[in-house]
């Protein structure tokens, strides 16, 4: 089959779309028949050797975390799931990926694909709307009535994350680009600060009880955007790398988004895909052939949003 593989760690060209062995799954897994995967951000710091401590891998190593696909083999011991299934799934961080023409899974990662769009643009899903769904509900505990700041609201998390505490009730308070800023106010955010033009500490006017960091930012904006959480409020932050200030006089905790693969919670978030009730944002649509591009281009900063990738016999 075809893949693409780093066997070494380095800038976007260390990736090589090149045959390797179609692989059998093991005990637990299935072998998916790739209809897309994505890109992440994660992935350009995995190629580039920035996550070897958290997340080891074995060399030569296919990327892509996200799969949408068919299932066409079963391993041992696996139940519930049926060759020709089309499942959407989280893939585990230190495998091989679904950068190729068939990846493998395992099964408890795995949840129906939705119905209501193409299967390829299911692959959009995945992470970053598990990184929402957790950000706000696991850590946050985002209630109806509260108020919520999401600030980077433009990229793929933020999509997901204003469409979802929306929905959940809350008064929604996003930042965005003048590129992104219809976007966010088409995902349903109740106010939009264009953070190009005006200050985000000017235009929030009343405290907020969640502050949701999306975006990377100087430390000392961070802790801006902080003072406006109520307290007893709390600050979650998907920037790992920077840690979420807290602030203990006030009560103000901070939680740094580990994403974790979750088929339950994901089930529910194809539930509300096909119910018309959670929009998937696909910007672009390329061929894994062309997936060091990608990486290029992410690095440049000039990716317009969230990229699904298909293999040839998609």
Known sequence: MKAVRFHEYGEPGVLRYEDVDQPAPGAGQVRVRVAATTFNGVDGNI??????????????????LDVAGTIDALGEGVGGLEIGDRVVGFLPFVDDGASAEYA?????????????????????????????????FDHA?????????????????GGYAVQLAKAAGAHVIATGSPRSVEHVRAAGADEVVDHTTTRVTTAVTEPVDVLLNLAPIDPAEFAALADLVRDGGIVVSTTVWMPAPADERRGVRAVDVYVR?????????????DRGALTVGVAERVPLADLASVHARAAAGTLPGKVVVLPATA
């Open 141 to 157: 505990g985002l209630k109806a009535g509260q108020r919520i700041l999401v600030n980077g609201a433009g990229g793929a998390v």
């Open 47 to 64: 190629r580039a050797g920035f996550m070897q401590g958290p997340m080891p891998l074995t060399l030569p190593h296919i990327p892509g």
């Open 104 to 136: 493998l899974a395992p099964a408890e990662v795995l949840a129906p694909a939705p119905t209501s769009i193409p299967l390829a643009d299911a692959a959009a899903l995945p992470l970053v709307g598990l990184t929402a769904w957790q950000a706000l």
């Open 261 to 273: 693969s979750d088929a339950g919670q994901l089930a529910e978030l194809v539930a509300r895909v």
